[in-house]
T-cell receptor
Framework: DAKTTQPTSMDCAEGRAANLPCNHSTISGNEYVYWYRQIHSQGPQYIIHGLKNNETNEMASLIITEDRKSSTLILPHATLRDTAVYYCIVRVHPGDDKIIFGKGTRLHILP | DAGVTQSPTHLIKTRGQQVTLRCSPKSGHDTVSWYQQALGQGPQFIFQYYEEEERQRGNFPDRFSGHQFPNYSSELNVNALLLGDSALYLC??????????????FGPGTRLTVT
């Protein structure tokens, strides 16, 4: 079973920041938080991951709370192409080879 | 640099038949994982192959089997197809780091419909 809880769906206006929350209250000390997204009819795409520090790359930022029980994925300037299902995953890195996906959050970017 | 490729794109089979799906990993990758994604659900891990052997397996029956070839490409075989096997089958490749797999890159999937 997935170890994370995410809202089923969210809307965000184009050009605004999209903030996607994730709860992972049972996360272990050696588990990382990963985010993937799946655009319609494509395979999942890796976005970002982190352990306890905030992380940023060219796609997004990941904010992890100090107690590590929740996190937020931030897409700073959402575009219509960011419409997708976003999966928050807890995973031992790099030891946990399999990825356990939940149902994710369906993000709709509105024009 | 070619990413993960899968064939065929779509496939229609009848109950009881057998099917073989194929996957070519991203250049430089040596580990292949297979996932099943039913409509409206997240992908479910089937198994992973490394050095031509099954290294991990999810909660899938023995009707699901696989193979990895010396060039790291892989096949997923499903026997005695059931209607419930209709799904998108995803292949993901990664580079092993010692005995552990690193980040996984997914292919576009094969859509299997069982009638």
């Amino acid at each position: 079973d997935a170890k994370t809880t995410q809202p089923t769906s969210m809307d965000c206006a184009e050009g605004r920041a999209a903030n996607l929350p994730c709860n992972h209250s049972t996360i272990s000390g050696n588990e990382y938080v990963y985010w993937y997204r799946q655009i319609h009819s494509q395979g999942p795409q890796y976005i970002i991951h982190g352990l306890k520090n905030n992380e940023t790359n060219e796609m997004a930022s990941l904010i992890i709370t100090e107690d590590r029980k929740s996190s937020t994925l931030i897409l700073p300037h959402a575009t219509l192409r960011d419409t997708a299902v976003y999966y928050c995953i807890v995973r031992v890195h790099p030891g946990d080879d399999k990825i356990i996906f939940g149902k994710g959050t369906r993000l709709h970017i509105l024009p | 640099d070619a990413g993960v490729t899968q064939s065929p794109t779509h496939l229609i089979k009848t109950r009881g038949q057998q099917v073989t799906l194929r996957c070519s990993p991203k250049s430089g990758h040596d580990t292949v994982s297979w996932y099943q994604q039913a409509l409206g659900q997240g992908p479910q891990f089937i198994f992973q192959y490394y050095e031509e052997e099954e290294r991990q397996r999810g909660n899938f029956p023995d009707r699901f089997s696989g193979h990895q070839f010396p060039n790291y490409s892989s096949e997923l075989n499903v026997n005695a197809l059931l209607l419930g096997d209709s799904a998108l089958y995803l292949c993901a490749s990664s580079l092993a780091w010692g005995q552990l797999a690193y980040e996984q890159y997914f292919g576009p999937g094969t859509r299997l419909t069982v009638t």
